[in-house]
């Protein structure tokens, strides 16, 4: 196996190094973490300390050119930036750790898969649950019949403080991800954006808060039909939030239940109940692990880093096998596109088909 030359993009105050995308390299073996990028002195100075790195610089350009990794994460949080580090790094030949969402509009996507694609570098994505062992468990419960036909979807965010459409970027990233596992690619989308319980409209746009670009509304309400013939629903609305979250996908059959949370190992429930109403049936729900329903899980929960360390393990076998990444651009771009054509419908007032026509700004088309 290669070994690899690493280098991490931060951005201290303007998403920093997003969650964990630094520090994931210290547990990977045949890496070597060669610099760090952070235009903030002070972040950067503590950036290159907790990494054991001596070559620091304000400029992730000068840094590239200089340094020539082969893997670059970038790991800021804020969505502005994603697009022209992600170019960068690829006319450099370097693949790509990128932190979610993937960009700010379906036209973004476009160009940072594009370019990957022609200078053959690798772009994975940060959707740690996509990586989860019990994904493939779930799969196989689907497939195996255990909750009959797939009929719906149903993925909420977490309706804090960024309820509406923040939330529908920002975690509803990691729940059209899953959605596109289990069900397939979508095939139109039906949505509506209020602010205040109102449709929002042109007035109601605002700079969205981390580096998002223009957004509105804090309440989304969506409906997608998916390639299996599934309807898929996302909604946040401001002030519904709960504790605990409800945040994580639904995945209701004709015979029973799955709902799951997000993360390496997230929460996972199975119901095997027709009438989806314990109340009325006294059926139970029960635990899946990695190793099946019921069964005890025989893994340890590593949280965020434990899903970091599936991602870039499975970029470097990617860069060396000369395949997608499990999460790849490709992916991460579909959950932007979902994300987009519900302004998209929105502002049409009508269905939209995917893939989506408009590629820039998904709020353009207010009015």
């Known amino acids: 196996m290669k ?26 073996e ?36 200089k340094e ?9 949080r804020w969505l502005d930036a994603h697009h022209d580090m992600v170019l960068a790094c690829v006319e450099h030949g370097a693949s ?5 969402p993937m960009c700010r509009t379906p036209a973004e996507a476009d160009a940072m898969v594009r370019a990957c694609e022609a200078s053959h570098v690798k772009l994975a994505i940060a959707h740690q649950t996509r990586y989860s062992p019990r994904v493939a468990v779930i799969r196989k419960l689907i497939e195996e019949g255990a909750i009959g036909d797939l009929l719906e979807l149903r993925g909420r965010g977490k309706e804090d403080r960024r309820a509406g459409a923040e939330d529908l970027w920002v975690l509803g990233t990691h729940v059209f991800d899953l959605m596109r596992i289990f069900a397939g690619e979508p095939r139109w989308c039906f949505a509506e954006v209020t602010q205040g319980g109102r449709p929002a409209g042109k007035k109601d746009v605002v700079e969205g808060n981390e580096g998002i670009g223009p957004l509105a509304g804090d309440g989304v309400d969506a409906i997608y039909r998916m390639e299996n013939g599934a309807t898929a629903h996302f909604s946040s609305r401001k002030g519904a939030g709960a504790d605990p979250t409800r945040f994580g996908l639904a995945l209701v059959g004709s015979k029973g239940i799955i709902e799951m949370g997000t993360g390496w190992l997230p929460p996972v429930k199975l119901l095997r109940d027709p009438s989806w109403s314990p109340g009325r049936t006294g059926s139970s729900w029960v635990d899946v692990s990695s190793a099946g329903p019921g069964k005890p899980e025989p893994l340890e929960d590593g949280g965020l880093r434990a899903g970091n360390l599936a991602i870039v393990k499975d970029l470097i076998r990617a860069i060396d096998e000369d395949r997608d990444p499990l999460g790849s651009g490709r992916e991460g771009r579909a959950a932007v596109e979902m994300i987009a054509a519900v302004f998209a419908s929105h502002a049409a007032g009508a269905p939209v088909k995917l893939p989506l026509e408009p590629r820039g700004s998904p709020v353009s088309g207010f009015r």
């Open 30 to 65: 045949g890496v070597d973490v060669v610099a760090v990028a952070d235009e903030d002195e002070k972040g950067r100075s503590e950036a290159a300390k907790r990494l054991g790195v001596s070559t620091a610089y304000a400029d992730y350009r000068e840094m590239l050119a």
């Open 3 to 28: 070994r690899h030359r690493v280098a991490v993009i931060g951005r201290t105050g303007r998403g920093d190094y997003g969650h964990g995308l630094d520090v994931v390299w210290k547990d990977v």
């Open 96 to 100: 790509v750790f990128l932190e979610k």
């Open 68 to 76: 020539r990794p082969s893997i670059v994460s970038v790991a800021p």
